[in-house]
């Protein structure tokens, strides 16, 4: 699979005709055969939401991933900042582009609002998860797409586009400014939400270098920075 051309829903070609009831069971036999999978409720809003993710993600560690680009399965774990960022979605309608998607609660619950949503993620495990969750809350799949930040494919423009805890890594900053930039709309918005890494302060830093414009906010331990293109 050529990374940043994969799309892992056009890929299930097999359960093009199938229900979104039946995709759900395929594809939840398909990766409890590969991982354990467990169940973890979280609250979004008034409602509660399951998402299934891996076990842990530090049984996924795979040396020859490491060796190769330094690749850690981050994916796996439900990380505060999505729980956050799944609170703070703009209304829709409109196409909004998650950048890191791991096990999929934004993207999920961005499909409920009434989103078309683009998944991304380094890893081809984590845009399935990310269909399996989009299936059981949304009761249908996002578009999916494997993006490598440091080469980001042409995926058009978004009316919206998110990410949760994407600036933990030094060259993160200047990649995700780089990604918004590329994708953002005209009058399109960006939320980053980010627990507090050490490199995010220069993502405000690297936005205004691509010309686009930022204001953050506080919610408890994370910061909220929202992102366009023009500040009118």
């Not at 980001?152 to 423009?157: A, I, N, Q, S």
């Not at 030094?170 to 960006?190: D, E, F, M, N, V």
């Not at 205004?208 to 408890?220: C, P």
Request: proline share 6%; with cysteine; aromatic share 8%.
């Amino acid at each position: 699979m050529a990374r940043g051309e994969t799309n892992t829903t056009d890929a299930h070609s097999s359960t093009v005709e199938m229900s979104p009831v039946q995709k759900y069971q395929v594809l939840r036999r398909r990766l409890g055969r590969r991982f354990a999978v467990v169940t973890v409720s979280v609250a979004v809003g008034d409602a509660t939401v399951a998402i299934r993710k891996p076990r842990s993600a530090d049984e996924l560690i795979s040396p020859e991933d490491f060796e190769h680009d330094e690749r850690l399965p981050y994916w796996a774990e439900l990380w505060p900042s999505s729980q956050v960022l799944a609170n703070y979605l703009p209304p829709p309608p409109g196409r909004l582009l998650e950048l890191g998607c791991g096990v999929g609660l934004v993207s999920a619950v961005a499909l409920a609002a009434g989103w078309n949503v683009m998944a991304t993620d380094y890893y081809a495990d984590a845009l399935l998860f990310t269909e399996l969750n989009a299936l059981a809350i949304a009761r249908r799949a996002p578009k999916t797409r494997l993006v490598d930040w440091r080469s980001v494919p042409d995926l058009g423009t978004f009316d919206a586009v998110v990410g949760a805890d994407v600036l933990y890594e030094r060259p993160y900053s200047a990649l995700i400014a780089g990604a918004l930039a590329r994708t953002l709309a005209p009058k399109g918005q960006g939320i980053i939400v980010d627990p507090g890494r050490v490199h995010a302060p220069g993502f405000v830093r690297a936005c205004e270098s691509e010309g686009l414009v930022v204001a953050a906010e506080k919610e408890g331990k994370m910061t909220i920075y929202r992102v366009s293109r023009s500040s009118h």
